[in-house]
């Protein structure tokens, strides 16, 4: 079947919708070396590498960091056990209002995070839960494992259970498949889903506001400055910390899972 090449206006159209969306990313790592402190003037007057040092030597920067790596990396390994938990009872088993049950997994990524916020918090003031890291690591994990359980339970489904069976026909334990057969083949999709998971985690505002309380991860660190503004280009550097932060996991997970067709037994 031959299919034509792309007329000029699609291209201009994808070129256009490309730039609409990248272009305001590079602004922001323009301005983080503008000379003027308080305005967003095109072209800026000048270039420098001072807020660089600035953002370093800011020591109400540096709590909300350490926070949003904490919950992050809580989060990530939350997923990790209970995404990789309930992938397998998925995928491995058929029982009554499993699709039901598959749904209701995948539901709070499906959801706008003001519900799933919102839903928490009243979830926390019913239970009488203080705010403090851990209801925001609860928040987090929602969304965490869902992106988890996505790569693993797709990975499972690829993985013919016939290895699972000449394992224990050799004699390997639970433990041994576990470790020799499963494992091995889940790894590069476990280690994806958790980079994804650490990424978005590290990055969301949404369900950190309602679950926060008075504490500040980075993203809300970053909000408040956009409204009581002071020294912008600083908040544009940590902007493109958090870039970095989320980009690289996420690029490398792409390079993980883009091969996930070449899964053990997973031929004919």
Not at 12 to 24: E, N, R, T, W
Not at 29 to 45: H, N, V
Not at 158 to 170: C, H, K, N
Request: proline fraction near 5%; charge should be positive; hydrophobic fraction near 55%.
């Amino acid at each position: 079947m031959r299919f034509d090449r792309a007329s000029l206006g699609l291209k201009i159209a994808a070129i256009g919708g490309l730039a609409f969306l990248h272009l305001p990313i590079l602004l922001i790592f323009l301005y983080a070396f503008t000379t003027e402190e308080r305005t967003y003037a095109f072209p800026p007057p000048g270039l420098t590498t001072q807020w660089f040092a600035v953002a370093w030597n800011r020591a109400d920067i540096w709590p909300p960091l350490y926070l949003s790596l904490r919950v992050a990396a809580i989060s990530t390994a939350l997923a990790m056990v209970l995404g990789t938990l309930v992938a397998g009872a998925m995928a491995q088993a058929r029982f009554f209002g499993r699709e039901q049950i598959s749904l209701l997994i995948i539901l709070p990524i499906a959801l706008p995070g003001v519900i799933t916020g919102m839903s928490l918090r009243s979830a926390f003031a019913i239970m009488e839960i203080p705010f403090s890291t851990w209801t925001i690591v609860l928040g987090h994990a929602t969304f965490c494992i869902v992106i988890v359980y996505n790569n693993a339970v797709a990975r499972m489904r690829r993985l013919s259970g016939a290895i699972l069976e000449a394992s224990a026909d050799l004699g390997a334990n639970a433990f041994q498949t576990f470790r020799h057969v499963l494992l091995p083949n889940l790894g590069s999709a476990l280690l994806a889903g958790g980079m994804l998971a650490f990424a978005l985690s590290f990055d969301e505002v949404i369900v950190t506001t309602f679950t926060a309380g008075q504490q500040s991860t980075l993203p809300i660190w970053m909000l408040n400055e956009l409204v009581r503004p002071r020294q912008r280009p600083v908040t544009n550097v940590v902007a493109m910390v958090v870039f970095a932060v989320t980009f690289v996991p996420i690029l490398l997970a792409f390079y993980l899972t883009r091969g996930g067709s070449d899964t053990a037994g997973g031929g004919k």
